[in-house]
């Protein structure tokens, strides 16, 4: 039967909605978060249940096409010609035990709503900078928070799914009842079945204290490795991020900062003030900025300063073994060229704690590696995209001596697969579960390499 007429019958049997192609709302429906990515699915579903799920599965088999879950969009990487979308803002439950520190999330259910619930009450949930982004999403490719040096990756927090597989049969599992399923959920994504709820720990944070300090870009070198140098003793409880700004000069800009330069460091203590420990990078270089003291969930959510609405961006991640004076050298003298304008962000954040000692067996790992790099490129409208591109090529290029063999899947670009994430025995062994657990390629293989 040809793909229009099946998906056609598809849409009429279902109580939520599937976009086709010529629909007046297929183009917004099957744009992605990141709006510089152009994806051309064979349709957007956003299905009311698991009926729903279950008819998409068999309409996927009938047409030839896979169903590739995208609650927000996020995360993003390629056209899928042959695939349709499926959003799952209806699977939206959310249930908060404080007692035992766990939560049951729908895969629906975004990081906001999440850490809205839990301000006040001792517990963070290990969830990424960005309050818009899907708990699924994230969790399942792995996840790099706030939080990760206490209590490791999202995935890692990651206690047991409730799974539709392509069968048709929707059962919780865990490490006892499926280990390898477990396991390939934990940083692969959602390419072994369609998960519809999670189960997952959240952090306990008794005392939450945060300092923000920020440096003229001229001190960047001395305080970068005063941050070096304090990961060899910081506790797992204290979770650093660094960040290196060269704003444009526009004139939509405030004055304070239209054409600047500069470099901020953020520090967050799950067990309350961590300033003496801080006061070696505090005097690397004059403060010129600094807010301290006790701090919450919502407050650390709000001020990501990420982008709440869909918008076009490129970017570049490099997961490094270590942080040597050269390194850093080598990376400022490059942040400093002129033809560097398009990278406006890099973001560095310290690993270790935590991270190289995972509470749960899982594909995606950060074991082992020193710093988790990323440097923002925005799109502008009218601005030529090559200055852009070459300057993604020249980051990777002057950190390349000290990438490390693994990152995390969830600061993988458009285009890249999970080979940079494992090595070829983990890939294999992803294929295998895969094999098992979805023997007709129902759902899309997301980042597999092909």
């Known amino acids: 039967m040809a793909l229009r007429s099946v998906l056609e019958s598809a849409r009429h049997a279902l109580r939520g909605a599937l976009v086709l192609p010529g629909d007046e709302s297929f183009d917004a429906a099957r744009r992605p978060w990141n709006l510089a990515i152009e994806q051309h699915p064979a349709g957007v579903a956003a299905p009311a249940d698991l009926r729903d799920l279950r008819a998409l599965l068999d309409a996927a088999g009938d047409a030839g096409v896979t169903l590739a879950v995208q609650p ?60 818009v982004v899907a708990v699924a999403g994230y969790t399942l490719g792995g996840g790099h928070s706030w939080f990760s040096r206490t209590a490791g990756l999202g995935s890692d927090n990651l206690r047991a799914a409730w799974v539709l597989r392509s069968d048709g049969t929707h059962d919780r599992v865990d490490d006892e009842s499926d280990p390898e399923m477990m396991w390939a959920l934990r940083g692969a994504g959602g390419v072994v079945g369609i998960v519809t709820a999670l189960e997952i720990d959240l952090v306990p944070a008794p005392s939450l204290w945060g ?113 040597d004076d050269a390194t850093i050298d080598d990376l400022l003298r490059f942040r400093e060229l002129p033809d560097q304008w398009p990278i406006m962000g890099i973001d560095i954040r310290m690993l270790g704690g935590a991270l190289d000692d995972p509470r749960r067996a899982g594909f995606a790992t950060l074991q082992g590696v020193g710093w988790l790099l990323h440097a923002l490129v925005p799109v502008f409208p009218g601005v030529p995209s090559e200055p852009g591109e070459a300057s993604m090529a020249g980051f990777r290029e002057v950190l390349a001596h000290a990438i490390a063999p693994c990152t995390v899947p969830t600061f993988l670009g458009p285009g890249e697969t999970l080979e940079r994430c494992g090595d070829p025995t983990a890939i294999d062994r992803l294929r295998a579960i895969r094999a098992a657990a979805d023997p007709d390629s129902l759902i899309h293989e997301g980042r597999l390499p092909r």
């Open 72 to 131: 927000t969009g996020h995360g993003a990487g390629g056209d899928l010609a042959d695939a349709v979308i499926v959003r799952m803002a209806a699977f939206d439950e959310l249930s908060i035990d404080l007692g035992s520190g766990v939560v049951r999330i729908g895969s629906g259910v975004r990081w906001g709503a999440v850490v809205e619930a839990l301000e006040g009450t001792g517990w963070v949930a290990p969830a990424g900078t960005s309050p």
């Open 211 to 323: 300092t923000e300090l920020t440096f003229d870009a001229a001190d960047a070198g001395s305080v970068l490795r005063a941050v070096r140098d304090l990961s060899a003793e910081a506790p797992a409880s204290l979770n650093v991020f660094v960040n290196s700004m060269r704003m444009p000069d526009a004139p939509q800009l405030p004055e304070e900062i239209r054409g600047r330069s500069f470099l901020s460091v953020r520090a967050l203590s799950t067990v309350g003030s961590a300033d003496e420990l801080f006061e070696r990078v505090r005097r690397a270089g004059t403060v010129r900025r600094e807010m301290s003291g006790a701090t919450s969930p919502k407050t650390v959510a709000a001020s990501s300063g990420e982008p709440t609405e869909p918008t076009p961006g490129k970017g570049v991640s490099a997961a490094l073994s270590s942080l």
